[in-house]
């Protein structure tokens, strides 16, 4: 499974940013998909998570209320509705796919390339 993700950008405090991720495999809808990140200086941490037929979500307590996972299984593609961005929400964010079940840890199989969210205060 090949992931890439794309949306990041520069974005100011406050302000909303959508990431999407799309998947090159044709049992999408089997994966439970993630979203992890990586601050400057800090360990990768686990933003959010869906399962596959997209009916269960987990967040961290950091981003709940502000951040919103889902995902269109037609188009193989997950997506990260950020809003109400802050400064320490900028990082390189990751997706990743594994099976199983929605978890926080990090254990999934497969992980996309990253894509920069800069917020600035």
């Known amino acids: 499974v090949q992931l890439q993700a794309s949306g990041g950008g520069l974005v100011q405090a406050g302000g909303s940013l959508k990431l999407s991720c799309a998947a090159s495999?044709?049992?999408?809808?089997?994966?439970?998909m993630g979203w992890f990140r990586r601050a400057p200086g800090k360990e990768r941490e686990f933003v959010a998570a869906?399962?596959?037929?997209?009916?269960?979500?987990y967040y961290a307590d950091s981003v709940k209320g502000r951040f919103t996972i889902s995902r269109d299984n037609a188009k193989n593609t997950v997506y990260l509705q950020m809003s109400s961005l802050k400064s320490e929400d900028t990082a390189v964010y990751y997706c990743?796919?594994?099976?199983?079940?929605?978890?926080?840890?990090?254990?999934?199989?497969?992980w996309g390339q990253g894509t920069l969210v800069t917020v600035s205060s």
């Open positions: 869906i399962n596959g037929p997209g009916k269960s979500t």
């Open positions: 990743a796919a594994r099976t199983g079940g929605v978890t926080s840890d990090d254990n999934y199989a497969y």
């Open positions: 495999t044709r049992t999408f809808g089997s994966y439970v």
